[in-house]
């Protein structure tokens, strides 16, 4: 393989390599989102959904949901509590997310918004463990509650760690009191900010070193019907004061699996995606409705001229990202905490619609936002159907519109990423650039949803990635999909990263990502086999790039046959240097897993010898090589 160091052929991208959040398989509610109160506002379709109540040991109480729709339209309902429980005790208990993961040592913060307590009365919360006893405990104040609500809190920690905890509200005394936002999280967040991110689960996305951050979805973007589609207006200011609504990925829509109680929350909304692209060094891509419900359910499309709301959302967006605190969406951004815009410059319209509806509110929007806002990079779809008849047409349709990027999606076999490694060879150098906004290998296999991530899935979209590196002219940005899942949770599958309540499961897709980003270069360079790019001779598969910054020279070898490759690796016209890093991933066996909690497939880098006008490596079967060279 002769790799040309001299000749590098264009720039890679910094977005090369991102990231695709979708809350789906409860990555944020239940997952990212480090909440661990469900149905903490009363507000799922049944409003004690996640809660139990119980009399203890002579103790009585009940509970009321009441509605203030008048007063409070986005988050009207409460719960008023009525207490006599002069012996025992009154008891309310969550649930969680499918238990809540409690940790040895970790402190626990409550809270909960109170009001109009009445009488003597006492709370307490306790986390108990699966089986019942207590693992921590402590007092609430609720003298403090009066006409108003006002935010109450406490404050515990666990003495034993726990994957199915419960959070118990223990009552005592006689007497009322009217409660909302009942809410726990842990301490240590994602920098440590209250309120916020599941600290591991971001921790493996930092390790990405992702180029942008996708968000919000994926499907629930288009909402199954409007009336539920995602509105990014409705995710920001106060956390009590966004609307809930119920998730597209709720069991009772599509995927039955594991959701009757798959809602949104939006604690984890617009602005916190901002912020968590600024924290992982990421360029923010929001994705908007454009007037389309999701087209795999109820396929509403709002009529074109009720349109505008639509795009008066996107120019309101860009208002919120980047305009300053004079401006009223820049106002509420630098109200939140963030008085420096985002600097958004990527927007896309749609996530994957197709149609000559689409087209038509595709071109609505980029008639204004081209006019208003030139410095806006605009993202359009082609649709979930890469190559058929519909993918066709409407690659011919906005071609007419001069997209900028547009975003394909291939959920395929992995024979299907080993065939396409030459996929964008030949697209048109003077077209749009290419958005690889989801894809990933979707194999054979058992039951148990990890091993859908298994080595043959990783592997063949490593070989895929190459091509995707080896044409980086084109290809702007890139993204596995979907990014998260929970083992107990989930609806779609296979997924980059599986978690439960303690532990998080990289998986190799993972690994196979972070190699590409890790090492993603600034040029693209050629690397040559008897003068033509491994795209699956011998079933080898290469691409490389020269990082100028690191001083560095990065070959990606994939060899997805099943025997050694023995292959020699040249820079012509350098000498040999004594710095060199081989870093190899693979596994025994082609349909092995990572499992949540002990992750097996990883990468192992090694030094090795000096290497200059040749370096003879073997590569392993089924293996994914990745070989730097600090250049002298
Ligand atoms: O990634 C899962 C789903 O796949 C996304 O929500 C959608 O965009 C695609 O169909």
Request: glycine residues 10%; contains cysteine; negative net charge.
């Given at each position: 393989l002769t790799v040309h160091v001299d000749q590098p052929q264009f720039e890679i991208s910094p977005t090369m390599y991102?990231?695709?959040?979708?809350?789906?398989?409860?990555?944020?509610?239940?997952?990212?989102?480090?909440?661990?109160?469900?149905?903490?506002?009363?507000?799922?379709?049944?409003?004690?959904?996640?809660?139990?109540?119980?009399?203890?040991?002579?103790?009585?109480?009940?509970?009321?949901?009441?509605?203030?729709?008048?007063?409070?339209?986005?988050?009207?309902?409460?719960?008023?509590?009525?207490?006599?429980?002069?012996?025992?005790?009154?008891?309310?208990?969550?649930?969680?997310?499918?238990?809540?993961?409690?940790?040895?040592?970790?402190?626990?913060?409550?809270?909960?918004?109170?009001?109009?307590?009445?009488?003597?009365?006492?709370?307490?919360?306790?986390?108990?463990?699966?089986?019942?006893?207590?693992?921590?405990?402590?007092?609430?104040?609720?003298?403090?509650?009066?006409?108003?609500?006002?935010?109450?809190?406490?404050?515990?920690?666990?003495?034993?760690?726990?994957?199915?905890?419960?959070?118990?509200?223990?009552?005592?005394?006689?007497?009322?009191?009217?409660?909302?936002?009942?809410?726990?999280?842990?301490?240590?967040?994602?920098?440590?900010?209250?309120?916020?991110?599941?600290?591991?689960?971001?921790?493996?996305?930092?390790?990405?070193?992702?180029g942008?951050?996708?968000?919000?979805?994926?499907?629930?973007?288009?909402?199954?019907?409007?009336?539920?589609?995602?509105?990014?207006?409705?995710?920001?200011?106060?956390?009590?004061?966004?609307?809930?609504?119920?998730?597209?990925?709720?069991?009772?829509?599509?995927?039955?699996?594991?959701?009757?109680?798959?809602?949104?929350?939006?604690?984890?909304?617009?602005?916190?995606?901002?912020?968590?692209?600024?924290?992982?060094?990421?360029?923010?891509?929001?994705?908007?409705?454009?007037?389309?419900?999701?087209?795999?359910?109820?396929?509403?499309?709002?009529?074109?001229?009720?349109?505008?709301?639509?795009?008066?959302?996107?120019?309101?967006?860009?208002?919120?990202?980047?305009?300053?605190?004079?401006?009223?969406?820049?106002?509420?951004?630098?109200?939140?905490?963030?008085?420096?815009?985002?600097?958004?410059?990527?927007?896309?319209?749609?996530?994957?619609?197709?149609?000559?509806?689409?087209?038509?509110?595709?071109?609505?929007?980029?008639?204004?936002?081209?006019?208003?806002?030139?410095?806006?990079?605009?993202?359009?779809?082609?649709?979930?159907?890469?190559?058929?008849?519909?993918?066709?047409?409407?690659?011919?349709?906005?071609?007419?519109?001069?997209?900028?990027?547009?975003?394909?999606?291939?959920?395929?076999?992995?024979?299907?990423?080993?065939?396409?490694a030459g996929r964008y060879d030949d697209y048109?150098r003077?077209?749009?650039a290419i958005?690889?906004?989801?894809?990933?290998?979707?194999?054979?296999?058992?039951?148990?949803?990890?091993?859908?991530?298994?080595?043959?899935?990783?592997?063949?979209?490593a070989a895929f990635m190459t091509g995707l590196e080896r044409n980086g002219d084109v290809v702007r940005l890139t993204?596995?999909?979907?990014?998260?899942?929970?083992?107990?949770?989930?609806?779609?599958?296979?997924?980059?990263?599986?978690?439960?309540?303690?532990?998080?499961?990289?998986?190799?897709?993972?690994?196979?990502?972070?190699l590409f980003s890790n090492n993603a270069g600034t040029h693209g360079i050629p690397a040559l086999a008897n003068g033509a790019p491994l795209t699956g001779q011998?079933?080898l598969y290469a691409s490389a790039v020269l990082d100028t910054i690191a001083g560095t020279v990065i070959v990606k070898m994939v060899?997805?046959?099943?025997?050694?490759?023995?292959l020699s690796v040249r820079l012509p016209g350098k000498t040999a240097t004594?710095k060199a890093n081989l870093t190899?991933?693979?596994?025994?066996?082609?349909?092995?897993?990572?499992?949540?909690?002990?992750?097996?497939?990883?990468?192992?880098?090694?030094?090795i010898?000096p290497v200059g006008q040749g370096t003879k490596l073997?590569l392993?079967?089924?293996?994914v090589t990745v070989l730097t060279v600090t250049l002298e």
């Amino acid at each position: 393989l002769t790799v040309h160091v001299d000749q590098p052929q264009f720039e890679i991208s910094p977005t090369m390599y991102g990231i695709f959040f979708e809350d789906i398989n409860f990555a944020a509610d239940g997952g990212i989102y480090a909440e661990l109160v469900k149905n903490r506002s009363f507000e799922f379709d049944r409003p004690l959904m996640g809660w139990q109540r119980e009399d203890r040991a002579g103790g009585a109480g009940a509970t009321l949901v009441e509605n203030e729709q008048a007063i409070r339209p986005d988050n009207p309902r409460y719960l008023t509590v009525t207490v006599d429980a002069t012996d025992g005790a009154y008891v309310l208990r969550n649930e969680g997310f499918r238990g809540m993961g409690i940790k040895a040592e970790e402190t626990y913060d409550f809270s909960v918004l109170a009001r109009n307590a009445t009488g003597d009365l006492n709370l307490a919360i306790a986390l108990t463990d699966t089986s019942g006893q207590v693992i921590g405990r402590s007092e609430v104040p609720l003298d403090a509650a009066g006409a108003d609500y006002s935010a109450v809190t406490a404050s515990l920690t666990a003495d034993r760690t726990d994957a199915r905890a419960r959070l118990e509200l223990i009552f005592t005394g006689r007497g009322t009191v009217e409660l909302d936002m009942i809410s726990l999280f842990p301490r240590h967040t994602w920098k440590d900010r209250p309120g916020g991110l599941r600290k591991d689960l971001v921790s493996l996305l930092d390790s990405l070193e992702p180029g942008f951050v996708r968000f919000p979805g994926g499907c629930i973007v288009e909402g199954r019907d409007l009336a539920n589609r995602y509105q990014w207006k409705k995710t920001v200011g106060d956390v009590e004061d966004r609307k809930l609504i119920v998730n597209r990925w709720n069991t009772e829509f599509n995927y039955p699996r594991n959701a009757p109680d798959y809602y949104q929350s939006y604690g984890l909304g617009f602005y916190e995606y901002f912020l968590l692209s600024e924290d992982l060094g990421a360029e923010p891509l929001p994705i908007l409705n454009c007037g389309m419900a999701c087209q795999f359910n109820t396929g509403e499309v709002v009529a074109m001229d009720e349109l505008d709301p639509y795009i008066q959302d996107a120019l309101d967006l860009i208002e919120f990202a980047n305009g300053d605190a004079t401006t009223r969406w820049g106002k509420l951004r630098a109200e939140m905490g963030h008085p420096e815009p985002f600097g958004m410059e990527y927007l896309g319209v749609g996530n994957e619609q197709w149609g000559p509806e689409y087209v038509e509110r595709y071109q609505a929007f980029t008639d204004v936002l081209r006019a208003e806002h030139p410095e806006i990079t605009l993202v359009t779809t082609v649709g979930p159907f890469p190559d058929g008849d519909r993918f066709d047409y409407l690659w011919g349709e906005l071609n007419k519109l001069d997209p900028q990027v547009v975003d394909e999606h291939y959920y395929r076999p992995p024979e299907w990423f080993l065939a396409n490694a030459g996929r964008y060879d030949d697209y048109d150098r003077n077209g749009p650039a290419i958005f690889a906004g989801e894809y990933a290998a979707h194999g054979p296999s058992d039951d148990r949803p990890e091993s859908r991530n298994n080595w043959l899935s990783a592997l063949t979209e490593a070989a895929f990635m190459t091509g995707l590196e080896r044409n980086g002219d084109v290809v702007r940005l890139t993204s596995y999909a979907p990014l998260m899942a929970h083992l107990d949770a989930w609806q779609w599958r296979p997924d980059l990263i599986w978690f439960d309540n303690l532990d998080v499961g990289p998986t190799p897709n993972y690994h196979v990502q972070r190699l590409f980003s890790n090492n993603a270069g600034t040029h693209g360079i050629p690397a040559l086999a008897n003068g033509a790019p491994l795209t699956g001779q011998d079933s080898l598969y290469a691409s490389a790039v020269l990082d100028t910054i690191a001083g560095t020279v990065i070959v990606k070898m994939v060899n997805a046959g099943g025997q050694p490759a023995p292959l020699s690796v040249r820079l012509p016209g350098k000498t040999a240097t004594t710095k060199a890093n081989l870093t190899v991933l693979r596994s025994n066996g082609i349909m092995d897993y990572n499992t949540v909690g002990t992750p097996s497939i990883r990468p192992k880098t090694e030094q090795i010898n000096p290497v200059g006008q040749g370096t003879k490596l073997t590569l392993p079967p089924q293996s994914v090589t990745v070989l730097t060279v600090t250049l002298e």
